[in-house]
């Protein structure tokens, strides 16, 4: 099975529902699996209260609240009935992360095919039962989690009913460093909890995706935009459409090359096993009935003769017939 790739529109359309159709068309372009955005109430999952992280206030209007910033990104129910429509319209996969309770509701009343919890979710308890009583497949992303979280809330989810769960390793942070990826703890949870697994990236550039995917991850998620330069909180750390084409053509690549595990050689090498392998040949004229020696054989190019691993099986034979020299030997 192919990797899934989620092209992560999330918020990048900025509260317009002709930007995220226009995100459609581009992600359906670039060969990606499913786009993604998110789905929320802002008053019913942000206080009064709530603080920007860091990038976003870089990022956004630093003197506005959290709430304010996310109240013009909301997208309506009915612009993303719209938007699921469009999907299904253009041949691509619509997903959306519901933040609250509202929203998970419209979206299962869309006969929406997955979930994809986020890592800000991982710790919420009434969150994770109404996904898993859904019983649906899930993909849940790990981001500043301990590896006791995600077993926490693994078993919340079974025991409420979920139905496949794959698990992303993350690191939430925008955009995230190279030193604190951490590619190697995804392998970490697959030993540890023996799930499907994959990588949600907020790296810069297409590297880490493609050697996630080069260690066996089974889905990737990356964030897109159309244009880096537009106000945002996400637009930064964000790929733009050639460079999320990019990055799924590599990925489809290293698909390729990471082959069935199978050793042998292949049919494009079989050609040429004769030109770089090599023989055992007459190092000089040898007559009829003399005897093989080191000294009168030698080993060269090309490999259609007696292979040299049979070297001490003919020393001490005798020619059949003359051979001249760099004449391949005949027993």
């Given amino acids: 099975m192919s990797v899934y790739i989620i092209a992560e529109a999330g918020v990048n359309h900025n509260g317009s529902l002709e930007i995220a159709k226009n995100m459609v068309d581009s992600v359906k372009e670039s060969g990606a699996d499913c786009i993604k955005f998110q789905t ?15 990038y976003q206030k870089f990022q956004t209007n630093s003197d506005e609240s959290q709430l304010d910033m996310l109240r013009k990104l909301e997208l ?71 590896m006791e979280d995600i077993r926490i809330a693994l078993n919340v989810l079974i025991e409420n009913g979920s139905g496949e ?10 955009p995230t460093p190279f030193t604190d990826v951490n590619l ?17 990236d907020h790296s810069k550039g297409i590297e ?8 066996g991850a089974t889905v990737i998620e990356k964030h897109f935009t159309l244009d880096r330069n537009m106000d945002g909180p996400d637009h930064k750390a964000s790929l733009e459409p050639n460079e999320l084409k990019a ?20 049919e494009s090498e079989k050609k040429n096993m004769v ?34 691993m049979k070297w001490f099986e003919v020393i001490g034979k005798t020619a059949v017939r003359d051979f001249e020299e760099d004449e391949l030997i005949e027993l």
């Avoid at 929320?40 to 860091?54: E, G, L, P, R």
């Avoid at 880490?208 to 260690?215: D, K, R, T, Y």
């Avoid at 799924?248 to 082959?259: D, Y």
């Fill in 76 to 146: 309506s129910f009915k612009e993303f009935f719209e938007l699921s429509e469009y999907c299904k319209s253009t041949g691509i996969e619509f997903l959306s992360t519901g933040f609250d309770f509202d929203s998970i509701d419209f979206l299962n009343s869309i006969d929406m095919k997955k979930w994809k919890i986020p890592s800000g979710e991982i710790t919420n308890l009434p969150y994770l039962i109404r996904i898993a009583k859904l019983k649906k497949p899930v993909i849940l992303s790990t981001g500043m989690s301990t």
């Fill in 208 to 215: 880490v995706p493609i050697a996630a995917v080069a260690m």
């Fill in 247 to 266: 990055m799924i053509s590599a990925i489809r690549n290293v698909e390729l090359a990471i082959g069935n595990g199978e050793k042998s050689p292949t």
């Fill in 184 to 200: 190697a703890a995804m392998i970490t949870i697959h030993n540890e909890f023996g799930l499907p697994f994959g990588y949600s």
């Fill in 165 to 174: 769960i794959t698990l992303l390793h993350c690191t939430t942070e925008y």
């Fill in 275 to 308: 030109i770089a392998r090599k023989s055992i040949i007459a190092n000089c004229e040898i007559k009829k009935g003399e005897i093989f020696t080191e000294r009168n054989l030698t080993v060269k190019r090309p490999g259609n003769g007696v292979s040299p």
């Fill in 40 to 54: 929320f109430i802002s008053k019913n999952i942000v206080s009064k209260n709530a603080k920007k992280a860091d």
